[in-house]
């Protein structure tokens, strides 16, 4: 390296930070940058001002405290800059030169002697040379240095300080007072001290050195790191933001879009009301226009004729004049047209319900617990908690946090749902299951989904089981000769069973006989009332409908003269009356207190007499025994669908007969000939069966469910009857 360019770099090696210098008296901070003493001075002069009492370090910001004597004197000198202000001066003209350390002019040095490790003037140089003993020493004339000759002169040894010792080089390292000393101050200052060689000692501390210099390296490593994961950090962060405010952006311009496309709906709207308006209107103008036209040419030549006078034109238009103008006269006259009122009504104003969320919970590291089976039971309470953590994986709780769950029922309905949060980070979330089958389960943190969702739920049905059977075959209380139809009181639990020996046998809810209704001929149907009275149907030529109390006392008479040969009836939660009608082979629903036939219907191209029908959730449910079919209706009597067809497997019927819905909202058909009951959802899918030994040589017919959802099973021969829980 050229000795210009080597100067070039020591001098900016040299330079003090704060004044962009070479550093005079150069003072080290404890975080190890060194600046001019006066520059040190100067900043803490200035932060003392501002009223502070400490000063950072221009480099890297590290806060120290000001010394109370207001100067940083007592700071150690930087030994490398002081050495390289030395040197430096050798180079810069501006700077005091080096002085002779031979002789005591002080005169300006002109060389330097590597072997004396002294600057010499011209005259001790020329000396120096004369000498024998010194002649051959190597000497570096100032004017002529290279960039070796610079960087032995900075590696050159340090020589004491003390008086009288400024010859003797720092050989020594006193290990007591931890400085370095030369061989005069061993003697005299340091005797008895354990000494050490100033190489050996600097090897040994140069380890220490590099051992931290090796942990301030791999920390560096760490926080490089950091670093890189910080700014990887700040991107995405940048990244999510402009995301989503692209997300807004889209979101308001759709909305605007939406806005402007309903705009030109509305305008083309008022357009054609506007055009249909002007044409009733110019309609009516012309109409009236028109008759006035007429009026006043029929005027004008009447008051010609009239102001002409003359007797005989008078008589020969006498006739046609009178009869043109009753004519006239007497024509409907047009009607003004009266616009209808017009209004805009706003409905519903736009309602936005964006807002930007800044938070630091990460949905990617949320999760819900108590989800692993994913299999409930339907109607149970099932509830599973989500926890909310930030992106270390930590729990954290986040008040704006926005959590959205839906719950979905197989049929695609949105469960009600509730959602507690324990402001921890913990969020219970609490359903009810209304039908067997999948659940579909999706969460949304902050409008993104969380991990895993949406998932499945199974939902399982409530299976019944065979509880106890009571009565049995015969003719005295609590035996049957043949049933006709059973119905349970949802007030009581009293269970009617109409028989074919003109009696009702009323019982209690375990089986156990109470009372007896006699009647003039074999009930073909009962049903209880909302208030607890037993509405029986005995036919007959008048076809009356007989009400009686639970305890057995007869009420009143219903003819109803809308009904030809009815069969069956059943009584909807809203106290109509429903019968099956064989006569007209219609579905007849009457009023509450059976006077008025408030509608009729029937299915569509089916030739079959319906056996039974019920009313649940605004539908019709009707069993066709021949048709092997149970028929779907909506609330007006509207034809929607067949459940179930001709068969044996499941979903088909042979003989379907009576039907209840129980609190789960299944149906629930008895399959007669088939020795079976069998389950449905409301929309008309299987869900399972009950069949075995309860039902062989006994096909359920009539079915009942009381308050407390026992299942009640009678069939049509005299066998027990059977309860399920």
């Known amino acids: 390296m050229d000795v210009q360019q080597l100067f070039a770099n020591l001098k900016k090696e040299a330079e003090c930070p704060l004044c ?22 100067k900043h803490a002069n200035f932060a003392r001002r501002q009223l502070k009492t400490t000063i950072k370090c221009p480099v890297c910001q590290t806060s120290f405290q000001i010394p109370e004597t207001d100067t940083f004197e007592n700071l150690p000198s930087s030994f490398h800059l002081n050495r390289l202000v030395d040197v430096l001066a050798l180079d810069d003209t501006s700077v005091q030169s080096q002085r002779c350390n031979s002789c005591d002019e002080n005169t300006t040095a002109t060389c330097y002697c ?28 100032i004017d002529k240095l290279r960039a070796q000759d610079v960087q032995d002169l900075i590696h050159r040894p340090v020589m004491c300080s003390q008086q009288y010792h400024e010859d003797q080089p720092l050989e020594f390292y006193c290990e007591d007072c931890k400085v370095l000393i030369c061989h005069k101050c061993t003697v005299v200052s340091h005797n008895r001290h354990t000494m050490t060689d100033t190489q050996k000692a600097a090897q040994e501390q140069k380890m220490q050195m590099a051992d931290a210099v090796a942990k301030v390296k791999a920390e560096i490593v760490k926080y490089e790191s950091e670093i890189q994961k910080q700014t990887d950090l700040k991107n995405k962060s940048n990244n999510q933001i402009m995301k989503e405010e692209k997300k807004m ?6 909305l605007i879009r939406d806005l402007r496309e309903h705009e030109r709906k509305m305008k083309d709207k008022f357009r054609e009301i506007y055009e249909a308006e002007q044409k009733h209107h110019a309609t009516r103008l012309e109409n009236f226009v028109l008759v006035a036209t007429q009026l006043k040419s029929c005027l004008e030549c009447c008051q010609s004729i009239l102001e002409r006078n003359f007797s005989v034109e008078i008589l020969q238009t006498n006739h046609a004049i009178l009869g043109r103008c009753n004519e006239l006269l007497n024509d409907r006259k047009p009607d003004l047209y009266r616009s209808p009122h017009f209004h805009y009504l706003v409905e519903k104003k736009l309602d936005l319900t964006d807002r930007v969320v800044v938070t630091k919970t990460d949905p990617s590291k949320c999760l819900a617990e108590g989800q692993d089976s994913k299999e409930v039971k339907e109607r149970k309470e099932t509830y599973f908690v989500i926890v909310t953590k930030d992106s270390e994986g930590f729990q954290c709780y986040q008040q704006d946090d926005k959590i959205k769950v839906d719950v979905l029922t197989p049929e695609g309905d949105q469960l009600k749902i509730d959602i507690k949060d324990t402001k921890d980070g913990n969020y219970t979330v609490t359903y ?18 969380l991990t895993g969702s949406p998932w499945i739920v199974q939902a399982h049905q409530h299976q019944y089981q065979f509880a ?6 015969g003719k005295g209380r609590g035996e049957f000769d043949g049933i006709c139809d059973i119905d349970v009181s949802q007030k009581t639990g009293t269970i009617a069973i109409a028989g074919y020996r003109n ?25 209880f009332t909302d208030s607890g009275d037993l509405l029986t149907l005995v036919p007959g030529s008048d076809n009356k409908l007989r009400l009686f109390s639970e305890e057995g006392h007869f009420i009143k008479h219903i003819n109803d003269k809308h009904l030809l040969e009815p069969l069956r009836l059943s009584i909807a939660s809203d106290g109509r009356i429903i019968i099956s ?58 034809y929607l669908h067949d459940i179930g067809c001709k068969g044996s497997n499941d979903g088909q019927f042979d003989g379907p007969h009576g039907l209840v819905i129980d609190k789960y909202n299944r149906l629930i058909v008895c399959d007669a000939s088939n020795h079976r009951l069998q389950l449905f959802t409301r929309s008309g899918k299987f869900l399972s069966k009950i069949d075995g030994q309860y039902f062989e040589n006994r096909p359920p017919s009539y079915l009942a469910i009381n308050s407390g959802g026992n299942l009640i099973v009678a069939n049509i021969v005299n066998r027990p009857i059977s309860v399920f829980h």
Do not use: M, W
Not at 120 to 141: M, Y
């Open 114 to 141: 590597f072997v004396c490790q002294i600057f010499l003037c011209a005259s001790c140089f020329e000396a120096h040379q004369r000498l024998k003993v010194t002649r051959g020493h190597r000497n570096v004339l």
């Open 468 to 473: 106890f059977q009571f009565g049995s075959e």
């Open 503 to 527: 009696r009702i046998q009323l019982l209690s809810s375990e089986g156990k006989f109470r009372s007896v209704i006699r009647l003039g001929g074999a009930p073909r149907s009962v049903a």
């Open 249 to 254: 952006t889209d979101t308001v311009e759709k």
């Open 432 to 449: 009810i299951p209304q039908g067997a089958g999948q659940h579909r389960v999706e969460i949304f943190v902050n409008g993104q989904p």
């Open 20 to 41: 962009i210098e070479i550093v005079t008296n150069p003072k080290t901070l404890p975080c190890l940058h060194s600046f001019c003493l006066t520059c040190l001075d």
């Open 581 to 638: 009608d064989h006569g007209d082979k219609t579905i007849k629903v009457l009023s509450p207190d059976g006077n008025d036939l408030l509608q009729s219907f029937s299915a569509p191209d089916c030739d079959k007499k319906p056996f039974f029908a019920i009313y649940h959730q605004n539908k019709f449910f009707v069993s066709y025994v021949f048709a092997n079919s149970v028929q779907v209706f909506d609330k007006t009597g509207v």
